[in-house]
């Protein structure tokens, strides 16, 4: 063996800590490098197909990117309700495919309890695909104060079909009183609901908001909030798809003409939101290399 040779494996085995530690640190570099814009892309796909379920998102009027981020992705405040005849309305108009109502206004240890109806299940990303919310475990919910349980939910609180828990007013997330545990927790400020909610089912995961979302029927959240008579009721938001554009535009035009609700194009917004937000990371690049 070369004197050189030795040399160079004796230095190595000196170092081999620093030596393991620069392999890791590459191989880790590498595998973020790939694997960040992977997810990414899949976060986005998720976002992207969420808002293209349905054609038109119907909301009280105000800001088309508050009503998106609060109807669609539960993580804005509400534009607020609109009344219950608007989605009537939307569900009996000439032409329509789907009119699936939501409620909000409640939680589960920060996620969103959303009140629908069984149509919810039924959207499809065009007319001939499969739905794109598959229950994988358990099954639709049937009754009021049946729950529906999005994947990431189950996930990260521990449920399973047959278990209950009480919801609680508000959509922020609340405490645990001491002595409570997750499943029973009712914040300061936000009085639990007295009936509990029992799951009947678990949704396969989506990668869009769905997956933290805690699905009840629509009339649950009436009954929780003293509206069952039909004059009470109200909407925060109608996910509305036609037979065909030229129904989707109409209905649009119709709805914004009024003074009751507004509609919204749920791709568009996205899109906007998303160019914005590239423009944001790409000026950052940019003040940074100039820093």
């Given at each position: 063996m070369s004197l050189a040779l030795w040399t160079a494996l004796r230095s190595l085995r000196h170092r081999a800590g620093a030596l393991i530690l620069t392999v890791l640190a590459v191989a880790?570099?590498?595998?973020?490098?790939?694997?960040?814009?992977?997810?990414?892309?899949?976060?986005?796909?998720?976002?992207q197909d969420a808002a293209q379920v349905f054609d038109l998102l119907v909301t009280a009027k105000g800001s088309p990117t508050q009503a998106v981020m609060s109807s669609l992705f539960y993580l804005d405040v509400p534009t607020g309700n609109v009344p219950y005849l608007v989605y009537q309305q939307l569900k009996t108009a000439p032409g329509t495919r789907r009119a699936v109502p939501l409620a909000l206004g409640d939680n589960y240890v920060g996620f969103p309890i959303v009140g629908t109806s069984p149509e919810f299940f039924d959207q499809r990303l065009k007319p001939s695909a499969p739905p794109y919310f598959r229950v994988a475990q358990g099954q639709v919910f049937a009754e009021e104060h049946d729950v529906v349980l999005g994947a990431a939910v189950a996930r990260e609180v521990g449920l399973k079909v047959g278990d209950t828990f009480k919801g609680a007013h508000g959509l922020e997330e609340v405490a645990p009183l001491e002595g409570e545990d997750d499943h029973t927790a009712e914040g300061e400020g936000h009085e639990a609901h007295n009936e509990p909610y029992r799951v009947t089912g678990i949704l396969a995961p989506t990668g869009g908001?769905?997956?933290?979302?805690?699905?009840t029927p629509i009339e649950t959240v009436w009954e929780t909030h003293g509206a069952e008579a039909e004059g009470q009721r109200e909407v925060t938001a109608v996910l509305y798809s036609a037979e065909n554009l030229a129904g989707i535009y109409t209905v649009a035009g119709e709805v914004n003409a009024g003074d009751k609700a507004m509609a919204v194009f749920p791709g568009q917004v996205f899109a906007q939101?998303?160019?914005?937000?590239?423009?944001?990371?790409?000026?950052?690049?940019v003040a940074q290399q100039v820093a």
């Open positions: 880790l570099a590498t595998a973020t490098a790939l694997v960040v814009p992977l997810v990414t892309r899949q976060v986005e796909r998720g976002a908001p769905a997956d933290r979302a805690v699905l939101a998303r160019r914005f937000w590239q423009l944001n990371l790409s000026e950052a690049g």
